[in-house]
């Protein structure tokens, strides 16, 4: 009835083994016992206590001193904080104080300012009407200056006109109409002008009529709403002042009614005579006992496998669903019973499932596969931990296994190529079934993983990349068609076949197996048709044939990076498996099963007179909003006032344009006509003539033009006067009003930086005393140092200690200084040590300085190993760790000291030349060693060095075969 596939998977291990190898270091010395070497051993040795004892006093004293200074420096300063801080406090409550009062005048004063922003407006408005009409008066000058040009043009003209003409009655006759033309065309212009001016003064008289009275009613509307503000304010100021109650409200949690798996059951004798089969290792083809089972409860969820587990005798009520939602999500050891009575859900029409009903059955099995893993990993850890042992995920909590829009199209492929090949609810998706390899399960897997497969890859190069694929299948049936019949069904049959197969550790079926593998990450769950063929065989295990049956695939896949749990747990949580497409199916079943609801409270508050003040911000804010908008209102209302005014006098210039331009193509039609009519009598052509007094009449418009420009420049220049002196003198009203409190501001905030100047120049003064003073104690100990050394430099100038032995030269006259001088000869340099392992001697001069004698701790060896791997079904794979060759080196360093002039004890010593150690490819940093130690002249130490190495090698083999249950 139900069965599962594991795929083959491979183990591959990486022992490497080290060896931590030890310098020893041997140093010899010799001593002299000869009474004179040893008198002047003693002296040098005086001198040298001498000096370390005025050196430490000095030390001491200095630090002292320094100590006493860092602490008057640290008082002064904390000092300078707390006069600092207090200053700045009285400094901000002063300008608080200052603000506020300027608010409060500002408040005071709020009428005055409207008044005089009214005012100012007014003015403006005056002022700029004057500038347009001055304005208006000069481009009228101009027009009747060209219009006067153009008649004196027109009379000298016509004049030569009649000069020149032979017949003159045909002038005449041409001339007296030319003449009327023009005067019906002057008549004309004079007439629209009049009617254009008319309309103009008008259109102005009608809008100041209209602004006025809009002024009027604003200020109307202006002091209703600033009434009605303040009378709102003192309304909710003495309902601010009232108690009142309030009501909240509080979530209460509420759980719905979820049922439970039943564990206690008792079922009809002939099923416990028959006993439970399970296919597990060692026990294919045979009965197998309950008390075979670690834990007694997984027994009896094997009861699962018979259809709506009828078999069960005592059905308990708490553990029987009525609807969907009422099923459990998680995924206890146990059965659910099924009562078709108290069945409410959906029903399940006759030609099957739903795609929205298989959605709901796929967010119920996820929820129930994932319930299972989680819980066996909690609770029953020695079954997670024998499946997980060699995949690194033993004792770690697995991810949740995740359905979505790709595994729907694999579980869609597998239910449609098994209906295609004909394969029963007793085979699986694989080629023994007869399908062809690319109609498999592992096919359609691998070809929606393929794209995170090569993305994997790439990330994770160099790692083993282990490949889960495999599947399980069951049976799902009803016997009543309804959503809950089938859902019951297929719970109480994941049971059997998960619980089912938990016998013990050792023994653990193969379904289990498959889910319980924590490097599973995706599940593509397929619910196929089975055909009436397919039913009605004796292997099927349908009990009901009468509704539609399903074979119910979960084809599960995943990646393992290498075994590494990290690796593995990043590659699951990445964005690449697809969108969940049962989500919102699983919240609507949480949603019922666990919800809110919302309930009123309520408290009574007496306000205090800070909930006054807050209740009443906003009606005060009002009040303050309400005068604040009657000035923008009639700010407004001038402005657009100002506008229509713009707009008809320009409507008034068009017009008179146009006028002139009527004119303009009159006389000009009035000439051609008089011209074309002298021509054609063969009169003189007067055409030069009037070329003149066009071109001076053009010259005259174009001067025009050009003053006409200049007017507008300083109209506008005129009324951006106005408007900047009107509004300088209203600042200056305002400032008169509410003078500003900005200099007394500043005057506090320089005093107190001067407070804080202060401080700051006492603490400097302080710090550069105590700073003299550190100084003049120094140099006082220095003096005496230089002292000290000076005697002894002299008294030792003719002296050289060889070791042990103390040598005194001839006298030579040459001249002193004053200071002695440390005497530093050059450390030879030293090669690498050769990579054969053979020791090299480092040569050094005859005559050194003390040196120090450093061990030498070799770098631990690493060995790399190769891994092979043999992967294949029912196949051995071994991993054999290979010893990688081992080199050992070993570096000597030789060096002699003797001694030389005497100088400063912290100048005396010289550092060993370090070795070299290069080990398996990597180079391991010596150590330092603290002590020192005088070496003889007379003797030479030689320190060597060994590094050994062992590899420990180690082989592991691990089997796994593949099996189908």
Same mark, same amino acid.
């Given at each position: 009835?139900? @069965?599962?596939?594991?795929?083959?998977?491979?183990?591959?291990?990486?022992?490497?083994?080290?060896?931590?190898?030890?310098?020893?270091?041997?140093?010899?010395?010799?001593?002299?016992?000869?009474?004179?070497?040893?008198?002047?051993?003693?002296?040098?040795?005086?001198?040298?206590?001498? !000096?370390?004892?005025?050196?430490?006093?000095?030390?001491?004293?200095?630090?002292?001193?320094?100590?006493?200074?860092?602490?008057?420096?640290?008082?002064?300063?904390?000092?300078?904080?707390?006069?600092?801080?207090?200053?700045?406090?009285?400094?901000?409550?002063?300008?608080?104080?200052?603000?506020?009062?300027?608010?409060?005048?500002?408040?005071?004063?709020?009428?005055?300012?409207?008044?005089?922003?009214?005012?100012?407006?007014?003015?403006?408005?005056?002022?700029?009407?004057?500038?347009?009409?001055?304005?208006?008066?000069?481009?009228?000058?101009?027009?009747?200056?060209?219009?006067?040009?153009?008649?004196?043009?027109?009379?000298?003209?016509?004049?030569?006109?009649?000069?020149?003409?032979?017949?003159?009655?045909?002038?005449?006759?041409?001339?007296?109409?030319?003449?009327?033309?023009?005067?019906?065309?002057?008549?004309?212009?004079?007439?629209?002008?009049?009617?254009?001016?008319?309309?103009?003064?008008?259109?102005?008289?009608?809008?100041?009529?209209?602004?006025?009275?809009?002024?009027?009613?604003?200020?109307?509307?202006?002091?209703?709403?600033?009434?009605?503000?303040?009378?709102?304010?003192?309304?909710?100021?003495?309902?601010?002042?009232?108690?009142?109650?309030?009501?909240?409200?509080?979530?209460?949690?509420?759980?719905?009614?979820?049922?439970?798996?039943?564990?206690?059951?008792?079922?009809?004798?002939?099923?416990?005579?028959?006993?439970?089969?399970?296919?597990?290792?060692?026990?294919?083809?045979?009965?197998?006992?309950?008390?075979?089972?670690?834990?007694?409860?997984?027994?009896?969820?094997?009861?699962?496998?018979?259809?709506?587990?009828?078999?069960?005798?005592?059905?308990?009520?708490?553990?029987?669903?009525?609807?969907?939602?009422?099923?459990?999500?998680?995924?206890?050891?146990?059965?659910?019973?099924?009562?078709?009575?108290?069945?409410?859900?959906?029903?399940?029409?006759?030609?099957?499932?739903?795609?929205?009903?298989?959605?709901?059955?796929?967010?119920?099995?996820?929820?129930?596969?994932?319930?299972?893993?989680?819980?066996?990993?909690?609770?029953?850890?020695?079954?997670?931990?024998?499946? @997980?042992?060699?995949?690194?995920?033993?004792?770690?909590?697995?991810?949740?296994?995740? @359905?979505?829009?790709?595994?729907?199209?694999?579980?869609?492929?597998?239910?449609?190529?098994?209906?295609? !090949?004909? $394969?029963?609810?007793?085979?699986?998706?694989?080629?023994?079934?007869?399908?062809?390899?690319?109609?498999?399960?592992?096919?359609?897997?691998?070809?929606?993983?393929?794209?995170?497969?090569?993305?994997?890859?790439?990330?994770?190069?160099?790692?083993?990349?282990?490949?889960?694929?495999?599947?399980?299948?069951?049976?799902?049936?009803?016997?009543?068609?309804?959503?809950?019949?089938?859902?019951?069904?297929?719970?109480?049959?994941?049971?059997?076949?998960?619980?089912?197969?938990?016998?013990?550790?050792?023994?653990?079926?193969?379904?289990?197996?498959?889910?319980?593998?924590?490097?599973?990450?995706?599940?593509?769950?397929?619910?196929?048709?089975?055909?009436?063929?397919?039913?009605?065989?004796?292997?099927?295990?349908?009990?009901?044939?009468?509704?539609?049956?399903?074979?119910?695939?979960?084809?599960?896949?995943?990646?393992?990076?290498?075994?590494?749990?990290?690796?593995?747990?990043?590659?699951?949580?990445?964005?690449?498996?697809?969108?969940?497409?049962?989500?919102?199916?699983?919240?609507?079943?949480?949603?019922?099963?666990?919800?809110?609801?919302?309930?009123?409270?309520?408290?009574?508050?007496?306000?205090?007179?800070?909930?006054?003040?807050?209740?009443?911000?906003?009606?005060?804010?009002?009040?303050?909003?309400?005068?604040?908008?009657?000035?923008?209102?009639?700010?407004?209302?001038?402005?657009?006032?100002?506008?229509?005014?713009?707009?008809?006098?320009?409507?008034?210039?068009?017009?008179?344009?146009?006028?002139?331009?009527?004119?303009?193509?009159? $006389?000009?039609?009035?000439?051609?006509?008089?011209?074309?009519?002298?021509?054609?009598?063969?009169?003189?052509?007067?055409?030069?003539?009037?070329?003149?007094?066009?071109?001076?009449?053009?010259?005259?418009?174009?001067?025009?033009?050009?003053?006409?420009?200049?007017?507008?420049?300083?109209?506008?220049?005129?009324?951006?006067?106005?408007?900047?002196?009107?509004?300088?003198?209203?600042?200056?009203?305002?400032?008169?009003?509410?003078?500003?409190?900005?200099?007394?501001?500043?005057?506090?905030?320089?005093?107190?930086?001067?407070?804080?100047?202060?401080?700051?120049?006492?603490?400097?003064?302080?710090?550069?005393?105590?700073?003299?003073?550190?100084?003049?104690?120094?140099?006082?100990?220095?003096?005496?140092?230089?002292?000290?050394?000076?005697?002894?430099?002299?008294?030792?100038? @003719?002296?050289?200690?060889?070791?042990?032995?103390?040598?005194?030269?001839?006298?030579?006259?040459?001249?002193?200084?004053?200071?002695?001088?440390?005497?530093?000869?050059?450390?030879?340099?030293?090669?690498?040590?050769?990579?054969?392992?053979?020791?090299?001697?480092?040569?050094?001069?005859?005559?050194?300085?003390?040196?120090?004698?450093?061990?030498?701790?070799?770098?631990?060896?690493?060995?790399?190993?190769?891994?092979?791997?043999?992967?294949?079904?029912?196949?051995?794979?071994?991993?054999?760790?290979?010893?990688?060759?081992?080199?050992?080196?070993?570096?000597?360093?030789?060096?002699?000291?003797?001694?030389?002039?005497?100088?400063?004890?912290?100048?005396?010593?010289?550092?060993?030349?370090?070795?070299?150690?290069?080990?398996?490819?990597?180079?391991?940093?010596?150590?330092?060693?603290?002590?020192?130690?005088?070496?003889?002249?007379?003797?030479?130490?030689?320190?060597?060095?060994?590094?050994?190495?062992?590899?420990?090698?180690?082989?592991?083999?691990?089997?796994?075969?593949?099996?189908?249950?």
């Amino acid at each position: 009835m139900r @069965n599962s596939n594991t795929n083959n998977w491979r183990s591959t291990a990486l022992i490497a083994g080290a060896i931590l190898t030890a310098g020893v270091v041997t140093t010899t010395s010799t001593t002299n016992a000869h009474a004179d070497n040893n008198q002047n051993n003693a002296q040098v040795s005086n001198n040298q206590v001498t !000096y370390n004892q005025v050196r430490a006093t000095a030390d001491e004293q200095l630090a002292q001193l320094q100590s006493a200074n860092d602490s008057k420096e640290a008082q002064q300063a904390t000092a300078n904080e707390q006069s600092n801080a207090a200053d700045l406090a009285q400094v901000n409550a002063k300008i608080e104080q200052l603000n506020a009062s300027h608010a409060a005048l500002e408040q005071q004063q709020a009428g005055a300012i409207a008044q005089a922003q009214a005012s100012t407006a007014a003015s403006i408005e005056a002022q700029t009407s004057a500038a347009n009409a001055e304005y208006q008066q000069q481009i009228d000058a101009q027009q009747q200056n060209e219009a006067t040009q153009r008649a004196a043009n027109d009379q000298q003209y016509a004049q030569a006109v009649s000069q020149a003409a032979a017949k003159q009655q045909v002038v005449a006759n041409i001339q007296a109409q030319y003449q009327k033309s023009l005067s019906d065309a002057a008549n004309t212009q004079n007439a629209q002008n009049q009617n254009a001016t008319k309309d103009y003064n008008a259109a102005v008289a009608k809008e100041n009529d209209a602004y006025q009275g809009k002024v009027n009613a604003q200020q109307a509307t202006n002091a209703s709403n600033i009434k009605v503000a303040e009378t709102a304010l003192a309304t909710a100021t003495a309902n601010a002042k009232k108690p009142y109650v309030v009501e909240g409200t509080q979530e209460v949690a509420k759980e719905g009614r979820v049922a439970k798996s039943q564990s206690d059951i008792k079922v009809d004798d002939y099923v416990q005579k028959a006993g439970i089969r399970l296919e597990v290792p060692g026990y294919y083809n045979t009965t197998i006992p309950v008390s075979a089972y670690t834990h007694k409860e997984f027994a009896n969820t094997y009861y699962g496998e018979y259809p709506d587990a009828s078999v069960i005798n005592n059905k308990a009520e708490d553990s029987t669903p009525h609807s969907i939602n009422e099923l459990p999500l998680d995924f206890q050891p146990g059965l659910l019973n099924y009562d078709a009575k108290n069945d409410h859900s959906e029903k399940v029409s006759a030609s099957g499932l739903s795609a929205a009903q298989i959605q709901v059955l796929r967010a119920l099995a996820l929820s129930w596969e994932n319930g299972f893993r989680n819980n066996v990993f909690n609770n029953y850890r020695e079954f997670y931990n024998a499946v @997980n042992n060699q995949n690194g995920f033993a004792n770690v909590a697995p991810t949740d296994l995740v @359905n979505t829009n790709i595994s729907d199209s694999i579980a869609d492929q597998v239910a449609a190529s098994r209906a295609k !090949y004909n $394969v029963d609810n007793n085979s699986h998706t694989i080629t023994d079934s007869g399908m062809p390899n690319n109609a498999t399960y592992g096919a359609y897997i691998g070809n929606a993983t393929k794209n995170i497969e090569n993305s994997i890859t790439n990330k994770f190069a160099g790692k083993e990349i282990y490949n889960i694929t495999n599947e399980n299948l069951t049976t799902m049936q009803a016997a009543n068609p309804t959503l809950l019949n089938y859902a019951v069904n297929l719970y109480n049959s994941m049971q059997g076949m998960y619980y089912g197969e938990l016998v013990n550790p050792t023994h653990i079926g193969g379904h289990a197996k498959n889910l319980l593998r924590a490097d599973a990450h995706l599940v593509g769950i397929g619910f196929q048709k089975l055909t009436n063929a397919m039913v009605t065989k004796e292997t099927s295990g349908i009990a009901d044939q009468t509704n539609p049956s399903y074979a119910v695939t979960f084809d599960h896949a995943g990646f393992n990076i290498a075994h590494n749990v990290n690796w593995t747990k990043d590659l699951q949580s990445r964005n690449v498996w697809g969108n969940s497409t049962v989500d919102a199916q699983t919240n609507a079943i949480k949603s019922a099963q666990h919800y809110t609801t919302t309930e009123k409270t309520h408290n009574t508050v007496t306000p205090t007179a800070a909930d006054v003040q807050k209740a009443t911000a906003t009606a005060r804010q009002n009040v303050t909003n309400a005068k604040a908008q009657a000035q923008q209102a009639l700010t407004a209302l001038a402005n657009d006032h100002q506008a229509s005014l713009n707009k008809l006098t320009q409507q008034y210039n068009d017009a008179k344009a146009q006028v002139k331009a009527n004119y303009n193509n009159a $006389v000009a039609k009035a000439a051609s006509v008089r011209d074309a009519a002298l021509k054609s009598n063969n009169l003189v052509d007067l055409q030069a003539y009037k070329a003149q007094l066009d071109e001076a009449y053009q010259n005259l418009v174009k001067a025009d033009q050009v003053a006409a420009q200049k007017f507008a420049a300083n109209r506008d220049a005129k009324i951006a006067d106005i408007k900047t002196s009107e509004n300088t003198k209203l600042n200056a009203k305002i400032a008169e009003l509410v003078p500003s409190v900005e200099p007394q501001i500043q005057q506090l905030q320089a005093q107190h930086q001067a407070v804080v100047a202060h401080g700051d120049e006492v603490l400097a003064e302080l710090k550069a005393a105590n700073k003299a003073a550190y100084a003049k104690l120094e140099n006082q100990f220095n003096v005496q140092l230089a002292a000290i050394q000076k005697r002894d430099a002299a008294k030792n100038a @003719n002296k050289v200690q060889l070791g042990n032995n103390t040598v005194v030269l001839p006298t030579q006259k040459q001249t002193t200084t004053n200071n002695a001088t440390a005497v530093t000869f050059p450390v030879a340099s030293r090669p690498q040590a050769a990579t054969t392992g053979h020791v090299q001697t480092v040569s050094t001069p005859s005559i050194v300085q003390t040196a120090t004698q450093t061990p030498v701790t070799a770098a631990p060896v690493v060995a790399t190993a190769a891994m092979n791997r043999v992967a294949g079904n029912n196949s051995v794979a071994t991993n054999t760790l290979q010893q990688a060759p081992v080199v050992n080196q070993t570096s000597a360093v030789a060096a002699t000291a003797t001694a030389n002039k005497a100088t400063k004890a912290d100048d005396s010593k010289k550092s060993a030349t370090k070795a070299d150690v290069t080990v398996a490819k990597k180079q391991s940093p010596t150590k330092k060693n603290e002590s020192s130690q005088k070496v003889n002249q007379s003797s030479m130490s030689i320190v060597a060095l060994a590094a050994t190495a062992l590899l420990g090698t180690i082989g592991i083999t691990y089997s796994s075969k593949k099996r189908h249950n």
